[in-house]
C-alpha cells in the first residue's frame, strides 16, 4: 500500500496528492509516469509526475475528475493509501540524457496548458536546479484554474501567465503570448516544450513551425492503459507508428498527426470504435506489451 501524506483541492475538480512511494522517487525524472489504483478491482490510471523528494521519498501527482475513477480518488484524503503506484514508467526528458553543457547553452520556453502545467513543473525545476533559467508560460480557461503559479515563479527565468476569460494578468491564448514573445519582444528560443490539451498542443506546434523553434510535446493525454496492451496511445509521427506510453511520452510536435490523434482518441471512447481501430490498424493496433505482435 503507498500512503497518500496530502491531498489537496488545487481548483475546480483538480487534485494534488503527495505518495508514499520511495522506490519510485529515487529513480524518477522529469517526463515520467506513474500508474495508480485505488484498490483491488480499480481502473490503472496512468499519471504524470508532479514532483519527487528523493530523500523523503515522495512522489506527487496531479489529477483531473473525467471519470468514475479519479471521483474515487478526489475522495481519498490524507492517510489513506493506493493499491499500487507503479512507476517510474515512460522515458524520461530528451534534456535530461543529453549532454548538460549542450542543453545549458539552448534557449527554452516552456508553454503549459491546464492540468499540463503538473508536468512541466518537475522539468522546469530541473531546469532551474542546473542553472538553467527557462522562460514559461501558464494558459488557463480563468483565474481559479491557474495551477502552480508560486511553485513555477519560484524555479522560472520569466513567468507569463494567461487566462482565457481575462480574468488574470492577460487575456488570451498561449499562442498569443509565444508570438508576442517572439516577434514583439524578440525573444529567441532553441527548444520549445508544450504540454496540455491536445488541441493546445496542436496549435502551439502549428506556430512554432512557422517560427521554427523545434517543439517537444507529451502525449500523456491519450494513455489509458499505460503499458502498450490496450492501443489506446497509437499514434502517426512522421508516419512511423509509436506509442505514448512505451516510446514516450514525448515526441517531436511538428511530426505528429494531431488532427488523426485527436479523431482517433474520440473513436476509441466507444466499444463499437475500439473494435474498428483494431480491425483497421491489425498487429499495429498495440504496442509494447510482448504478447500480440504489435510491437515487431
Not at 515520467?32 to 499519471?47: A, C, H, N, Q, S
Not at 513567468?159 to 514583439?184: A, C, F, H
Not at 482517433?264 to 493496433?285: C, D, I, P, S, V
Amino acid at each position: 500500500m503507498y500512503r497518500i501524506l496530502k491531498a489537496e483541492k488545487l481548483a475546480d475538480k483538480i487534485y494534488l496528492m503527495d505518495v508514499e512511494a520511495p522506490r519510485v522517487a529515487k529513480r524518477c525524472q522529469p517526463g515520467e509516469f506513474v500508474i495508480v489504483k485505488t484498490d483491488e478491482v480499480g481502473e490503472r490510471i496512468p499519471l504524470t509526475i508532479c514532483d519527487f523528494d528523493r530523500e523523503k521519498g515522495i512522489v506527487t501527482i496531479v489529477f483531473q475528475i473525467v471519470g468514475a475513477s479519479t471521483l474515487k480518488m478526489s475522495l481519498l484524503k490524507e492517510g489513506d493509501a493506493f493499491q499500487d503506484f507503479v512507476g517510474p514508467l515512460g522515458q524520461p526528458s530528451e534534456f535530461v540524457k543529453d549532454d548538460l553543457e549542450d542543453v545549458k547553452k539552448r534557449k527554452y520556453l516552456f508553454v503549459a496548458g491546464g492540468v499540463g502545467t503538473a508536468p512541466v513543473y518537475p522539468q522546469v525545476k530541473w531546469m532551474h536546479e542546473h542553472g538553467i533559467a527557462a522562460d514559461v508560460i501558464i494558459g488557463a480557461k480563468n483565474k481559479d484554474l491557474v495551477l502552480l503559479e508560486d511553485e513555477m515563479k519560484a524555479v522560472a527565468g520569466n513567468l507569463y501567465v494567461t487566462t482565457d476569460d481575462g480574468s488574470y494578468v492577460r487575456k488570451g491564448m498561449v499562442t498569443d503570448v509565444v508570438k508576442d514573445l517572439v516577434e514583439n519582444q524578440g525573444k529567441k528560443y532553441d527548444v520549445c516544450v508544450a504540454i496540455g490539451p491536445m488541441i493546445m498542443m496542436k496549435f502551439v506546434c502549428k506556430l512554432t513551425k512557422e517560427l521554427n523553434i523545434p517543439t517537444i510535446v507529451s502525449m500523456n493525454p491519450i494513455m489509458v492503459d499505460g503499458t502498450g496492451m490496450c492501443g489506446a496511445c497509437r499514434l502517426n509521427v512522421g508516419g512511423q507508428i509509436k506509442f505514448a506510453c512505451v516510446d514516450g511520452p514525448e515526441f517531436d510536435g511538428h511530426l505528429i498527426n494531431f488532427d488523426e490523434a485527436m479523431k482517433r482518441q474520440q473513436m476509441y471512447k466507444t466499444e463499437e470504435g475500439r473494435a474498428m481501430l483494431k480491425a483497421q490498424e491489425g498487429l499495429t493496433h498495440h504496442g509494447g506489451c510482448g504478447h500480440c505482435g504489435g510491437d515487431n
